[in-house]
């Protein structure tokens, strides 16, 4: 029987929050790959998101936070959900990243895509927040690639910066981003310089593979 996008959705587990004992829906990382291969994400977004995942996992597990690893993983991996598309409709796709996980059931998830441009509030916490491990991580991935957090602003710059008013705006990210790392870096044993190194050279290229493996299976299961 060919199995419908929300047949498939609806096959997710509640988790319970390490926070307290509230329940939440937080998709595996293989129906994480699954809706990604559905929204027609491009490659190259891919490869970012899935470079964004090894940071964003590195990161929380640094951390002297109680932080959900899930929730992390799955919000790393969707961040660009709907960037594919925003190319060409020029939607901000943090926002509608949000609103569609949270019409597939996701809420939680979500809400920390919703956030991955800009946090809602920047320090809402005294330890760090899945949110904000997101959003850093995201700071510090050039395409594929691990960078510093300069290397990423300047790329930002380059690619967007072409208005003042937009020049201005990156600006103040880069300012809020930087206030962002050394909050974070307070709860690790390593400094931001070094977070590279530690992480090694890898350019996510096994999980791509899996990525499409997953893919074309489910492809072929409901053709």
């Not at 004992?21 to 291969?37: A, D, G, K, N, S």
């Not at 409709?89 to 609103?99: D, I, P, R, S």
């Amino acid at each position: 029987m060919k199995k419908t996008v929300s047949h498939f959705f609806h096959l997710s587990v509640r988790k319970c929050s390490r926070k307290g004992l509230v329940h939440m829906r937080i998709p595996t990382r293989q129906e994480c790959y699954y809706i990604m291969y559905k929204m027609k994400m491009m490659d190259h977004i891919v490869a970012h998101s899935l470079q964004v995942c090894r940071v964003a996992m590195f990161l929380a597990s640094s951390l002297k936070s109680d932080l959900n690893p899930d929730l992390v993983q799955a919000a790393a991996l969707l961040h660009d959900i709907t960037k594919t598309r925003s190319i060409e409709t020029h939607e901000n796709h943090a926002q509608t990243g949000k609103q569609l996980l949270i019409s597939l059931g996701y809420p939680e998830v979500g809400d920390i895509v919703g956030q991955h441009v800009l946090l809602d509030e920047y320090f809402a916490s005294d330890s760090p927040t899945e949110a904000d491990v997101v959003n850093y991580a995201d700071k510090r991935v050039v395409h594929d690639k691990v960078a510093t957090l300069a290397q990423r602003i300047d790329y930002i710059m380059e690619r967007y910066g072409i208005e003042p008013k937009r020049r201005e705006y990156i600006r103040m990210l880069w300012e809020k981003t930087k206030t962002l790392e050394e909050h974070l870096f307070r709860f690790c044993s390593f400094s931001p310089a070094d977070m590279e190194n530690l992480l090694g050279p890898d350019n996510c290229s096994a999980d791509f593979s899996e990525y499409s493996r997953v893919n074309k299976t489910v492809a072929v299961g409901t053709g």
